[in-house]
């Protein structure tokens, strides 16, 4: 199957700062990738789709000035968490689409003091 | 609303006891049915995918079926290592998935 890498695995961070979520397709080229959020004992609750070259496009209630992606490559998608709070503690995972299936990162858990 | 449904939350087998969990879903325009199973602290990881009613697929002590409301997937004689959270996601048109919240599966030697 299709590999794809996040980077950190983990980060904590203080309260107002801003933090940076890297996901890499290793094996294949990926004009889609999708941003994920899971909290302890929840699903996995799509944030956003990330596209080459465009801007990404939120689910409703996810501020997209508070979590900014880059799609700059076909290989890279980044999440910025800016002014980071504790609510927003949780554990990110990120996903591409070689063909018609989702493969997803390891994720990085981000914890916010 | 679009909708799915996992069922039981959590399941105990002892080892070899086979037994199967459910996913019910409630969306229009199913473009695919996918399960996926995840570890504690790592991104899921793919299982399956199904397209339509009475599709089967195996992998291993592994089996998904589908049905016009319902998927299952069948654990054959599980092993500990089998242990994890399964997670059924349907996808609509476009490429979005919907999760459910998924059963924990705990087998024990």
């Known amino acids: 199957g299709a590999v794809v890498s996040q980077h950190p695995s983990w980060v904590i961070c203080k309260s107002g700062t801003s933090v940076k979520i890297e996901c890499r397709s290793l094996?294949?080229?990926?004009?889609?990738m999708f941003w994920y959020r899971q909290f302890p004992k929840q699903s996995l609750m799509l944030m956003a789709t990330s596209n080459e070259g465009s801007k990404a496009t939120y689910e409703q209630g996810v501020e997209k000035d508070k979590f900014l992606i880059n799609h700059a490559s076909l290989t890279l998608s980044t999440l910025t968490v800016t002014s980071a709070h504790p609510e927003d503690s949780s554990f990110y995972i990120c996903?591409?689409?070689?063909?018609?299936?989702?493969?997803f990162g390891p994720g990085t858990r981000l914890l916010v003091l | 609303e679009d909708q799915v449904t996992q069922s039981p939350e959590a399941l105990r087998l002892q080892e070899g006891e086979s037994s199967s969990l459910n996913c019910s879903y409630t969306v229009s325009g199913l473009r695919g049915l996918f399960w996926y199973r995840q570890d504690p602290g790592k991104g899921p990881e793919f299982l399956f995918t199904l397209y339509s009613a009475g599709e089967e697929k195996e992998k291993e002590r592994l089996k998904a079926t589908l049905t016009k409301k319902e998927s299952f997937l069948h654990i054959t004689a599980p092993k500990p290592e089998d242990s994890a959270t399964y997670l059924c996601?349907?996808?609509?048109?476009?490429?979005?998935?919907?999760f459910g919240k998924g059963t924990t599966l705990s087998v024990s030697s």
């Open positions: 996601a349907v996808q609509q048109a476009g490429t979005a998935l919907i």
């Open positions: 996903s591409a689409l070689p063909q018609e299936t989702q493969y």
């Open positions: 094996d294949f080229q990926a004009t889609t």
